[in-house]
């Protein structure tokens, strides 16, 4: 549910961001640039639920039919209306006479007495509020939460590592994970370091990978600590994971033991900057045994002094909601310490299963589906690589020049189209998410994307998801 619920034209976008961010100061705001899903639902929802609507009025506010119907909406559900005038437009009939606020003049700022005038009247709707606490960017490392960082890797996707690297580099990536696997130097694709470098000159993050993965799925023996040691030799990287134990103790203490001896080693062979792995004992065939998983997850992070620690999505449960419930359970144990502790959820590219998890409690994810499948961005669901067809005119709708330049350019391969795709979606998803997680509206994002029905199974099976 929103305080407030901004009806504006979309000519009016740079004004109305200006306004809404001022606004969120205070209140939780709504508006539609960030729409997910079915637009007339979606709206009809959020105007019933919005405590008063803030109507930003103008010339072309004047002639949109959409901002008009908007309006009669919001009278139809006794919502309060305030109207903001942008220019001399006359308010439509029969708002005309209500009492509104003159931004004219306004000058951007929060002190102009048009902007005060105008939280004066909000005030008398709805109460102010305190900001919503945002959670802080780890003092050791230069990542935001929540974070999404695209991985690379040599196994079984449509991107060749070299060419992941240089496209998520043209594309300006802010944040990537690489496989230790595939850098060494017996290996290592040439010209990678420079383009992991270049990245790092421009302001990006670069995480390196175990490569247990690659070498878990190649049946590769021979891959070991050392190997590990080697290829991270003059490798540009902010922060590395652990080899890690892909089979703890299932004694806590024991476990807790392994890890803590892995990275330590790791610090002194590899690098210094190496960050924690906590993987989940195996019960069954398929399963894994979570039930003492916060407990370690939590113990080697203060043992560690850790600024991020790992565990992997296909330990933490059989389903989406039962890996939900697990991390729920280990952020319950991290809030018990006197700081905050980042979660990091290893091998998640889904866009449902990222913003479950946020919702439960994780604070940055990688995965490969960026360069292995590709996104419907209007759905969110994940289709087959070669179904790129059916979406590639949603790259005409890019914020980005690369991908726009992209589209009929005969030099980029069909992958490499798809690849730009599929980046454009994460980067505004990312937007999204770290908005819902901020504002504390990840219910509302996630009933955008899945569906009332799902949430409420979500809501049924884990209570306090949202809070």
């Given at each position: 549910m929103a305080d407030v619920y901004v009806i504006h034209s979309s000519k009016d976008n740079e004004t109305t961001s200006k306004i809404v961010k001022l606004l969120e100061v205070q209140w939780d705001v709504w508006w539609d640039?960030?729409?997910?899903?079915?637009?007339?639902?979606?709206?009809?929802r959020e105007v019933a639920k919005a405590k008063c609507a803030v109507v930003i009025w103008s010339k072309d506010a004047s002639v949109s039919k959409p901002v008009r119907e908007e309006v009669r909406l919001a009278e139809r559900h006794q919502v309060p209306i305030i109207p903001i005038r942008l220019d001399s437009?006359?308010?439509?009939?029969p708002f005309g006479g209500r009492s509104g606020v003159d931004f004219n003049s306004w000058d951007d700022s929060s002190a102009h007495s048009c902007f005060e005038q105008l939280v004066a009247k909000i005030s008398n709707v709805v109460p102010q509020k305190k900001p919503v606490r945002q959670l802080a960017p780890s003092p050791q490392i230069s990542l935001t939460w929540p974070s999404l960082l695209l991985s690379v890797s040599s196994h079984e996707t449509q991107l060749v590592p070299f060419d992941a690297v240089k496209a998520l580099r043209l594309f300006g990536a802010s944040a990537i994970l690489v496989s230790a696997y595939d850098l060494l130097p017996s290996r290592r694709p040439k010209g990678i370091i420079q383009e992991l470098r270049q990245i790092q000159e421009d302001g990006g993050f670069i995480l390196i990978d175990s490569g247990n993965y690659e070498a878990t799925r190649r049946g590769d023996d021979s891959w070991t600590a050392s190997k590990f040691a080697e290829a991270m030799k003059d490798v540009p990287h902010d922060w590395a994971y652990c080899f890690d134990v892909m089979t703890p103790r299932v004694e806590p203490e024991r476990a807790i033991e392994s890890v803590v001896k892995a990275v330590k080693r790791d610090r002194t062979a590899a690098t210094a900057k190496i960050l924690p792995i906590v993987h989940a004992p195996k019960e069954t065939l398929s399963g894994y045994n979570v039930k003492d998983l916060p407990y370690i997850v939590k113990e080697v992070a203060v043992t560690l002094s850790a600024p991020l620690i790992a565990v992997a999505e296909r330990e933490l449960g059989s389903g989406l909601i039962d890996r939900a419930k697990t991390v729920k359970r280990i952020r319950r144990e991290l809030d018990t310490l006197p700081y905050y502790q980042p979660l990091h959820v290893l091998g998640t590219g889904n866009p449902w299963s990222i913003a479950l998890l946020a919702a439960a409690g994780a604070d940055s994810f990688d995965g490969l589906e960026w360069c292995r499948m590709v996104v419907d961005q209007q759905t969110h669901r994940l289709h087959h690589f070669q179904h790129f067809d059916f979406f590639k005119y949603q790259m005409s709708f890019s914020d980005?020049?690369?991908?726009?330049?992209?589209?009929?350019d005969p030099k980029i391969e069909y992958a490499g189209k798809v690849a730009l795709h599929n980046l454009d979606y994460y980067r505004q998803f990312e937007v999204r998410l770290a908005n819902a997680v901020k504002y504390k509206k990840m219910e509302n994002m996630l009933t955008d994307m899945i569906g009332s029905a799902s949430v409420q199974q979500i809501r049924n099976a884990i209570p306090d998801i949202f809070q």
């Open positions: 640039y960030n729409l997910v899903g079915d637009y007339s639902e979606v709206i009809e437009a006359e308010m439509m009939y980005s020049q690369v991908t726009l330049d992209a589209i009929d």
